[in-house]
């Protein structure tokens, strides 16, 4: 089955400017969380989302937002943006099996973004 | 509260050598642990997971990776390192039984493989 699907790639952006981030789950997947990843910092935790539902949501300023669309689909959106957020986004899906009581995450490739 | 310790932040082997790579993790909860690994550019792929069956579980890729809840350790070991081995690992803790926590990541391990 198809894996976890993030677009765009790769984007350019300037600073002030806006931008989204698209993450398609496994399908079945209802959890769909966001992690930035960056060489000072490593990966952080954003924001978990789950039947449209934020659930979860990490140590980050207001200017980072997502949502969950009804079939799963989630996106992110970075506003004002600053140097700093100059870093490669990753989505993960997960499904909860209730025999073994894990979350076992599945990550897209990443959103890599730079802010000149 | 849970964390998770990646006890070194870089790693060199040879090829053809054992690789170790040490986790401790603390967790109020039963934990499940799992180590991903990273390669440049990309996103983290699953090597393996532990879920409270077999305390040493066997990954993808000739990984393989021991529990040891007296220690809180999560070590992951290869016998002999193949160079496309070389990559970032990450050690991850989540409660077990519930999927409302947020996940744990370690702060990650680079593997050098040298030829």
């Known amino acids: 089955k198809a894996g976890v699907t993030q677009t765009p790639r790769y984007l350019i952006k300037t600073r002030g400017q806006q931008v989204t981030l698209s993450c398609s789950p496994i399908?079945?997947?209802?959890?769909v969380s966001w992690y930035q990843q960056t060489p000072g910092q490593g990966l952080q935790f954003l924001f978990e989302?789950?039947?449209?539902?934020?659930?979860n949501k990490g140590n980050f300023p207001g200017r980072f937002s997502g949502r969950q669309f009804s079939n799963s689909r989630s996106e992110m959106n970075v506003s004002t943006l600053e140097l700093g957020d100059s870093a490669l986004y990753l989505c993960?899906?997960?499904?909860?099996?209730?025999?073994?009581?894990?979350?076992?995450?599945?990550f897209g490739a990443g959103s890599r973004l730079t802010v000149l | 509260a849970q964390s998770v310790t990646q006890l070194d932040s870089h790693v060199s082997v040879s090829e053809g050598t054992p690789v170790l790579l040490r986790c401790n993790y603390s967790?109020?909860?039963?934990?499940?642990l799992f180590w991903y690994v990273q390669h440049p550019n990309k996103g983290l792929q699953l090597l393996l997971k532990?879920?409270?069956?077999?305390?040493l579980v066997k990954g993808i890729n000739g990984f393989e990776a021991e529990f040891k809840k007296s220690e809180t350790s999560f070590h992951l070991t290869k016998p002999s390192a193949h160079m496309s081995d070389a990559a970032e690992y990450f050690c991850?803790?989540?409660?077990?039984?519930?999927?409302?926590?947020?996940?744990?990541f370690g702060p990650g391990t680079s593997l050098s493989v040298i030829p």
């Open positions: 993960a899906s997960s499904l909860w099996d209730s025999h073994s009581g894990a979350n076992v995450l599945t």
């Open positions: 399908s079945g997947h209802r959890s």
């Open positions: 989302y789950f039947s449209e539902t934020q659930r």
């Open positions: 967790s109020s909860y039963s934990p499940s």
């Open positions: 532990y879920t409270s069956a077999a305390t």
């Open positions: 991850v803790v989540t409660p077990m039984k519930t999927s409302y926590d947020k996940v744990i």
